[in-house]
């Protein structure tokens, strides 16, 4: 069976030791965005991007122009935000990036 980016990206980030996220967590109060992992002592977020070659939602008007604006919304708030496409988490570079932000547990 084959995983979905957040998935993998999940297991690697146990794998590797790095502190467990929150999932799906909306980081502006009153406001229904939310980001795939979340940080929170770290005001750090990340969005894995779905659907980048296949004309899915995040690239498409209206979800393109939704995701700026829970961009900015966040940064103003003092949020790093991160964002990597599936084909990046598939390959590597997510949880490579991830490690250089994140310290190891214990």
Known sequence: ?????????????T??????????????PGRRYAFDFCWPEQSLAVEVEGG??????HTRGKGYEEDCRK?????????KVLRFTS??????EAIKILRLMLKPVG
């Open 52 to 57: 980048t070659w296949s004309g899915g939602r």
């Open 1 to 13: 069976m084959k995983l979905l980016a957040t998935d993998q990206l999940a297991l690697e980030l």
């Open 87 to 92: 084909d990046m988490v598939k390959r590597g």
């Open 15 to 28: 794998e590797a030791g790095l502190p467990v996220p929150e999932r799906e967590r909306q980081v502006t």
């Open 71 to 79: 961009y900015n919304i966040a940064a103003i708030e003092g949020w």
